[in-house]
T-cell receptor, first 115, second 116 residues
Framework: DQQVKQNSPSLSVQEGRISILNCDYT??????FLWYKKYPAEGPTFLIS?????DKNEDGRFTVFLNKSAKHLSLHIVPSQPGDSAVYFC??????????????FGKGTKLSVIP | DTEVTQTPKHLVMGMTNKKSLKCEQH?????MYWYKQKAKKPPELMFV???????INESVPSRFSPECPNSSLLNLHLHALQPEDSALYLC???????????????FGSGTRLTVV
């Protein structure tokens, strides 16, 4: 049973336009949501996070929106650049106790930004 | 220092070998994790250490044995692995969340393990 779903395996966007990556979740106990960017054979690189008590968080070109009632979040990248081409993972965290947080990942969306 | 360092980057081992993966961070994070990622799949949690104590073991076979010698180091000892254990093994560390969310949940570059 997938608790975090990224239903679009791939997305192509023109350079300079907006990229919108979507993520849905089923577990209402998730308290934080994170987005990571990943290249093959490398570890995930943290992009941005949002607490479940907020509906928007912004960091430079990256904005994450959270709709708790719909159990949906999205990552907006504006403007998109060719260097943004990678696989993007949505992750949700639940506290494991004693200050640790286990992440559950979606399957990822491969973003291609076309020059 | 804002990195999680993993060694080795690549490892090839036979099914009868014993080897260890190492992970190090100097960010003062008190939670450290091992994840496993197979090709074209998302990372999956294996172990969680909090304040140097094992707090979660996600039903991982005993041929994987984690160890946390101190707050900066995490090891994963491997023994009698199977070819299906071949994967990218990722170490991560995290700090307490802040206003920006769970910022700083940092992954290393991983160890690409091949079992022959």
């Amino acid at each position: 049973d997938q608790q975090v779903k990224q239903n679009s395996p791939s997305l192509s966007v023109q350079e300079g336009r907006i990229s919108i990556l979507n993520c849905d979740y089923t577990n209402s106990m998730f308290d934080y949501f994170l987005w990571y960017k990943k290249y093959p054979a490398e570890g995930p690189t943290f992009l941005i996070s949002i607490s479940s008590i907020k509906d928007k968080n912004e960091d430079g070109r990256f904005t994450v929106f959270l709709n708790k009632s719909a159990k949906h979040l999205s990552l907006h990248i504006v403007p998109s650049q060719p260097g943004d081409s990678a696989v993007y993972f949505c992750a949700a965290s639940a506290s494991s106790g004693a200050g640790s947080y286990q992440l559950t990942f979606g399957k990822g969306t491969k973003l291609s930004v076309i020059p | 220092d804002t990195e999680v360092t993993q060694t080795p980057k690549h490892l090839v081992m036979g099914m009868t070998n014993k080897k260890s993966l190492k992970c190090e961070q100097h960010m003062g994070h008190r939670a450290m994790y091992w994840y496993k990622q197979k090709a074209k799949k998302p990372p999956e949690l294996m172990f969680v250490y909090s304040y140097e104590k094992l707090s979660i073991n996600e039903s991982v076979p005993s041929r994987f044995s984690p160890e946390c010698p101190n707050s900066s180091l995490l090891n994963l000892h491997l023994h009698a692995l199977q070819p299906e254990d071949s994967a990218l093994y990722l170490c991560a560390s995290s700090q307490a969340p802040g206003p920006g969310g769970l910022v700083g949940y940092t992954f290393g570059s991983g160890t690409r393990l091949t079992v022959v």
